[in-house]
């Protein structure tokens, strides 16, 4: 069993033994495409003068800065978390020992979701113009993790127009492009990695989850299956250069699979049109290609980790392996989700899964259960 170790900053500062007393429970939830949330639960008390004390700790001031690190057996400290306090909410009681104050951190997407304006990026591509954005937020955002994006091939100049904020604009050139745009905690407290890629496919570092037998450490599995998700992507374009319309088409069963095969009827595969809204800043066939792997992940699975059985750190935008025996569900999974919750006396990680495949040694006519889902 894995000793479990965490450590807490504030203000880019190692926590006082004094202040860690004052914390109950951290709450750190992580999910693709979205903020990442820490919430800190303080207690707070009535002293003899009927005055309330604990609610305006420095560190429980408005833009503070939060981190969380995690620690199992002799593994390095994983970064959890890293940002701004952006909010409270608070249970008052008169009963003893029944009041407190959740402080509220986010990641530092935060900071690059505040402000909107008008900005014209010309003649880049859609990861320079990830690199000149997260560039721009270089006090949290400390180093940057881009993958490169093609040329649209039009002849017109590339052209790409901001309305909105920077999580916007880069959110928006992340979906056409088939990537995500997020920011991780960075090595060193008080930064962040800037993030511009496409999921990965293949396992890291992490230890499987196993569902069975004497390695097991998860303590059951929820699995879901949506037919209705995956869809041929179809989208024609108007080139102002030539006046020819451009056409592809992209089908989800094309994505690269993380597993053995789709369990699909490519037959009956439903189809989105897209609506002509890239212009020639992109090329056409990356963005219906996007369309379809993202529409392939029909596959989800949640859990829960058995305390004090799984030694390593559970993040999304990695793959895990499950191993459920042999069912067809067994395999490699991007984590899309992972909450972790520490107390005084326990570490726990919940976790959502995903992939776009099933695998191969389940058949239809070993078991009366369509799909080989369970």
């Known amino acids: 069993m894995p000793e479990t170790q965490f450590r807490l900053f504030f203000n880019n500062t190692a926590a006082s033994d004094e202040q860690l007393e004052k914390i109950d429970e951290i709450i750190v939830e992580q999910e693709v495409d979205m903020a990442w949330e820490a919430r800190l639960k303080v207690p707070i008390s009535l002293d003899e003068q009927g005055n309330w004390t604990g609610e305006d700790e420095e560190f429980m001031q408005p833009f503070s800065r939060v981190r969380v690190e995690i620690k199992l057996g002799t593994n390095p400290f994983v970064p959890l978390f890293d940002g701004p306090v952006t909010g409270f909410n608070s249970q008052m009681s008169f009963q003893p020992g029944q009041s407190t ?20 990026f010309e003649n880049r591509l859609d990861h320079e113009v990830a690199e000149q954005i997260f560039g721009d937020y270089s006090s949290q955002v400390s180093s940057t993790s881009i993958d490169t994006t093609p040329a649209s091939g039009s002849a017109l100049d590339a052209l790409v127009v901001q309305r909105g904020t920077a999580m916007d604009i880069l959110r928006f050139l992340a979906r056409r492009q088939g990537m995500h745009a997020y920011v991780l905690p960075g090595e060193n407290p008080g930064s962040s990695i800037g993030c511009f890629k496409a999921f990965p496919t293949t396992p890291g570092q992490l230890p499987a989850l196993v569902l069975l037998g004497q390695d097991c450490n998860i303590d059951s599995l929820h699995v879901r299956y949506c037919a209705c998700k995956p869809s041929d992507v179809s989208a024609s374009t108007l080139r102002i250069t030539d006046k020819q319309v451009q056409s592809e088409t992209s089908r989800s069963s094309d994505a690269e699979l993380m597993g053995d095969e789709t369990g699909e009827d490519t037959s009956q595969a439903a189809m989105q049109l897209l ?100």
């Open 101 to 120: 104050i959740t402080l509220i951190a986010q990641d530092d997407t935060f900071f690059m979701n505040r402000v909107e304006q008008v900005v014209a």
């Open 275 to 374: 609506l002509p809204q890239q212009g020639e800043s992109v090329d056409l066939r990356q963005v219906v290609t996007a369309r379809a792997i993202a529409s392939s992940y029909a596959y989800v699975v949640n859990g829960k980790i058995l305390e004090e059985t799984y030694n390593g750190v559970l993040q999304p935008y990695q793959v895990v392996t499950v191993r459920a025996g042999n069912s067809a569900v067994s395999g490699n999974y991007l984590i899309a989700q992972a909450i972790h919750t520490i107390t005084r006396s326990q570490y726990s990680q919940s976790f959502t899964l995903k992939r776009n495949a099933r695998s191969s040694h389940f058949s239809a006519g070993q078991s009366s259960v369509p799909g080989g889902i369970f």
